[in-house]
């Protein structure tokens, strides 16, 4: 091998990150939120928390899905259209969610919804920050 070859090589080697830790924490965050909520209140709070953290943690399922299919400079083009698609798929994902889930879910605890939606996203990005410090 010369010298030319080895960063084309080290390229060839990246691994995607693993983004699937974010989603698993993502869906543990919610299912602990949505366990602890029914220990301590209602049924209603409790699926009310669990469908929020739901509605966070499916789209970004789905963007990961979709971001990290191709990896590569070649692959530059694909990985673009995939961070657009992903995004706007995700965004749509998330309002057709909210949209279901506050039209079509009786009795519902609104205000549980939207906590445990953001209360799961934080946790998306504090997982994704840990994510990167420690590949640094």
């Known amino acids: 091998m010369s010298k030319s070859d080895a ?13 699937y830790k ?7 965050v919610t299912v602990i939120a949505a366990l602890s909520t029914f ?3 209602d049924t209603v ?5 669990l ?6 943690t499916i789209p970004n399922a789905y963007f990961a899905l979709k971001v990290f299919r191709y990896r590569g400079a070649r692959q ?3 990985i673009v259209k995939s961070i657009y ?12 969610l909210f949209a279901l889930v506050f039209a079509g879910i009786r009795p519902l605890n609104e205000l549980a919804v939207i906590v445990s939606f953001i209360v799961t996203l934080v ?8 994510m990167g410090l420690k590949s640094v």
């Open 76 to 78: 530059m083009p694909l």
């Open 39 to 41: 220990a301590l209140m």
């Open 51 to 56: 469908l929020g953290g739901m509605i966070s």
């Open 7 to 19: 960063p084309t090589r080290a390229v060839g080697n990246l691994k995607a990150p693993p983004i």
């Open 85 to 96: 698609a992903g995004e706007t798929g995700k965004l749509i994902i998330t309002a057709v």
């Open 123 to 130: 946790a998306g990005l504090i997982a994704t920050a840990k």
């Open 22 to 28: 974010v989603i698993v924490t993502q869906f543990l």
């Open 45 to 49: 709070t409790a699926y009310s928390v």
